[in-house]
Structure formats: C-alpha cells, structure tokens
C-alpha cells in the first residue's frame, strides 16, 4: 500500500487530534510493561534495580510448585466458563421474552431495571449480597425458614460459593447484553414474519426458524469475543465476596496474583503469575478474533 502524501497533510489536524491519546495510551499501557522484567529477577524494593539479581525461571518453576496452584488455575476457568455460557443464553432468552412484550412503557421499564446494576461497583453491589445472602438476616434464608429448611451458608460454602459468583455476575451484567441482542431483533426483515403467518408457522416455530437465525451472528460474535475472559474470573466480585473459608473454590488467578504481590511481597513471584495470564489470555483473543471474522465475518483489523 502506497502512502498518500496528500490524504496525510489533509488529515493532519485529525492525526493531531489523536496524538493526546496516543501518548496517555503509550505512557500508562506500554511504558509499565517495563516492569516485566523483574518476573526473571529476584527483585527487592529495598535494594531497588541498582543490585539485580536475575535468577531464569525459578519464579516460574516456583509458582508450578506451589499446591494450590492447579486448583487456582482449575477455578479461573471453571468460574469463567460458567460465566461465559450464562453471559449467553441468559440475555438470549431474556431479549427473546422482552421481544414479545408489546406494551412498549413495560417493556421499557423492564429494560431500565435490568440494566441499572450494570452501572454499579462490585463494592456496592457487594454488600447488597452479602445482606441478601446473610444466613441470618438474610431475606434467602429467612424464606428457607419459613419453608420449614436449614439456612445455608452461601459465601461459606465451597459447593455454593461458585455458583453464587456466577448468578451475581449475571444480576449485574445480563441487562447489558440483553439491549444488545434486543437491537439486533430490529435488523430482522418483517417480512418474514409476515410470510410464515401465512405459511401457518406459529410463534415457538418463527422464533425457532427466524429470530434465532437473524441473530445468530451477533451471538457467535459475542460468545468468540468473550474467549479472551477465561483466565479472567473477575477480581473486583470475587475479592469483593469471598474469604479464607472458600478460598478452595474461589480463589483465582487475580486474587492469587494480589495476594503473592501486595500481601506477602513476593513481586517477581506476582508478576510472573501476571505475565503467563497475560500470554494465555492473548493466545484466547487472537483465537477469539479469528473465529469472529470466520464465523460471524467481524474483524478489527
């Protein structure tokens, strides 16, 4: 491709308009990568970068050695795998019922109080569940007991915690992609609603054979998009719920890298743990990308 001398000069007010966030993206994206470094060095803030001491691998091998690290790992992708098939089915089939609603002040008021947790921290949305969740105030578990049944422990639980952490991400982000797949039923040509009535097709069968259909690539695009998430289980949700006593099913990758780094200052160790997420997860978006222009023709580049 040649480059255009004059489409450049024309566009150098725009080329200038865009260099303020290059250089913030270059400043706080690019230079920290430096830090990289120090996951092949046994470094210490005390002695600083002036007295390196590079030791290969072993924070690596360290880390490999360490007995909860499989665990960890199986969680990370157990929880976001979890997520990411409930991150699509349940605004597919919320945006579906929506789509039914013909009384467009409901529909709208339904679309609003879905979508508002989307606005809120983990922080308070945090301690909304632990109070609903609470097995002694909680208004859970004082509905179990009404129902004659023992309050469960659901943020002390290891069988529970999990799946806690799955419907709680859910409560705050279904309502986001509820609207997007909602904007996609809009791109579906009417007319082919309007042919099946004719054909004597029902609605199951006009959903099963045109809506899905019409917003199928919109769900591959989402589902391949999301591949970029499984070594990211969430950190603000789960430092914000869990505690030492579900630290067996909900610890992950996130947390265990907070913990080595901030907690107990073993900042090689940390960033180590940091870089190999890094580079899986960059593996799972190019792969996610690619399967996005092959299945649903998306692409960025």
């Given at each position: 491709m040649r480059f255009n001398t004059k489409k450049f000069v024309r566009n150098i007010p725009l080329h200038v308009m865009i260099l303020p966030a290059l250089i913030i993206i270059i400043i706080f994206s690019y230079v920290p990568m430096a830090g990289l470094v120090i996951a092949f060095q046994d470094f210490s803030p005390v002695a600083g970068f002036k007295h390196i001491t590079w030791n290969g691998?072993?924070?690596?091998?360290?880390?490999?050695?360490l007995p909860g690290f499989s665990t960890v790992v199986?969680?990370?992708?157990?929880?976001?795998t979890m997520k990411i098939v409930a991150g699509l089915t349940v605004p597919v089939i919320t945006a579906l019922l929506l789509n039914e609603v013909r009384v467009n002040g409901f529909k709208r008021t339904i679309?609003?109080?879905?979508?508002?947790?989307?606005?809120?921290?983990w922080v308070i949305l945090g301690g909304i569940v632990v109070d609903v969740l609470s097995p002694s105030s909680g208004i859970v578990n004082m509905l179990l007991k009404a129902l004659g049944m023992q309050p469960i422990q659901f943020l002390a639980d290891n069988n529970w915690f999990p799946y806690i952490l799955v419907i709680t991400d859910q409560w705050k982000e279904f309502g986001f992609g509820t609207i997007i797949y909602l904007a996609a039923l809009t791109s579906i040509d009417t007319s082919l609603y309007e042919a099946s009535i004719i054909d004597g097709a029902g609605?199951?069968?006009?959903?099963?054979?045109?809506?899905?259909?019409?917003i199928r690539p919109i769900m591959i695009l989402m589902l391949t998009l999301s591949l970029g998430n499984v070594l990211n289980g969430g950190f603000d949700q789960v430092f914000n719920?869990?505690?030492?006593?579900?630290y067996e099913s909900g610890d992950i990758l996130d947390t265990m890298i907070y913990r080595i780094g901030l907690q107990e200052a073993q900042y090689s160790v940390s960033t180590a743990l940091g870089l190999i997420k890094s580079v899986v997860s960059c593996g799972f978006i190019g792969l996610g990308y690619y399967l996005a222009y092959r299945f649903a023709k998306y692409r960025i580049f």
């Open positions: 691998l072993d924070n690596f091998r360290y880390l490999f050695d199986w969680n990370t992708v157990f929880i976001s679309q609003t109080i879905i979508y508002m947790p989307h606005f809120f921290s609605r199951w069968k006009q959903t099963w054979h045109i809506t899905l259909p019409g719920l869990y505690n030492p006593l579900v």
